[in-house]
T-cell receptor, first 116, second 114 residues
C-alpha cells in the first residue's frame, strides 16, 4: 500500500532559524515520484519540487534543500534562515507514476508558522 | 507549467442544493484530477477526469454524489450534489503530464454548506 507520513503536525520557528520537515513514504513500486508542495494561508497549492526514485542526489534551491534517502524511505525538506513568508502548510506527496495515472497521495501536512 | 483557473473561487450554499465547479486549463493536458481538502486536513483524491468517458472514482467517492464531466482536453467540471455541511471543503482541480509526472493545481474553490 502507498502511504506518506509527515509526523510533525506543526513546527514553530523564529525567523532566521533553520527547520527540517520530515517525510517518510511507503510504496512497493520501484518507479515513483516524490513531491513537496507549499500551501500558504491564501490556500493555493504551490509546487516546490519533484524527485524520481532513481535520482538520489540532494537538491538545493536558494534557501530550500531536499534530502532523498531511499534506504530510509525519506524525503526531507530543509529551509535555511527561515522567513515570515515561509509561513505555510507544507505537504509531501507520492505518485506511483504510470500505473496509477500520476495521481498523488498526500501526507497530512506540516504547519510552519514563522515568527518574526 | 499550465495555468489553471477555477470557478467559482468560493461559494456559500444551502443544504440539499448542488454546485458545479469549473476547471479550465490554458493548454491541452493528459490528466485532470479533482481533490478535496476538508478543513484542517490533507488533500484526498476524489476522481480522475477522463476525456470522453466516465471518470474514475476513488474509494469512498461515488458518481451520484460527485458527477464529473470532461468534454475536452482543457476543461472539466465537478458537481457536488445534495450538499450537506460535511461537504464544506476546498475543492481543487489539478492537471498532470504522464510523461513528466508533474502536477499543478488550480487555486481551489472554497465551499461552505449551511
Amino acid at each position: 500500500a502507498q502511504k506518506v507520513t509527515q509526523a510533525q503536525t506543526e513546527i514553530s520557528v523564529v525567523e532566521k532559524e533553520d527547520v527540517t520537515l520530515d517525510c517518510v513514504y511507503e510504496t512497493r513500486d520501484t518507479t515513483y515520484y516524490l513531491f513537496w508542495y507549499k500551501q500558504p494561508p491564501s490556500g493555493e497549492l504551490v509546487f516546490l519540487i519533484r524527485r524520481n526514485s532513481f535520482d538520489e542526489q540532494n537538491e538545493i534551491s536558494g534557501r530550500y534543500s531536499w534530502n532523498f534517502q531511499k534506504s530510509t524511505s525519506s524525503f526531507n525538506f530543509t529551509i535555511t534562515a527561515s522567513q515570515v513568508v515561509d509561513s505555510a502548510v507544507y505537504f509531501c506527496a507520492l505518485s506511483e507514476a504510470y500505473n496509477q495515472g500520476g495521481k498523488l497521495i498526500f501526507g497530512q501536512g506540516t504547519e510552519l508558522p514563522v515568527k518574526p | 507549467s499550465a495555468v489553471i483557473s477555477q470557478k467559482p473561487s468560493r461559494d456559500i450554499c444551502q443544504r440539499g442544493t448542488s454546485l458545479t465547479i469549473q476547471c479550465q486549463v490554458d493548454s491541452q493536458v493528459t490528466m485532470m484530477f479533482w481533490y478535496r481538502q476538508q478543513p484542517g486536513q490533507s488533500l484526498t483524491l476524489i476522481a480522475t477526469a477522463n476525456q470522453g468517458s466516465e471518470a474514475t472514482y476513488e474509494s469512498g467517492f461515488v458518481i451520484d454524489k460527485f458527477p464529473i464531466s470532461r468534454p475536452n482536453l482543457t476543461f472539466s467540471t465537478l458537481t457536488v450534489s445534495n450538499m450537506s455541511p460535511e461537504d464544506s471543503s476546498i475543492y481543487l482541480c489539478s492537471v498532470g503530464d504522464r510523461s513528466y509526472n508533474e502536477q499543478f493545481f488550480g487555486p481551489g474553490t472554497r465551499l461552505t454548506v449551511l
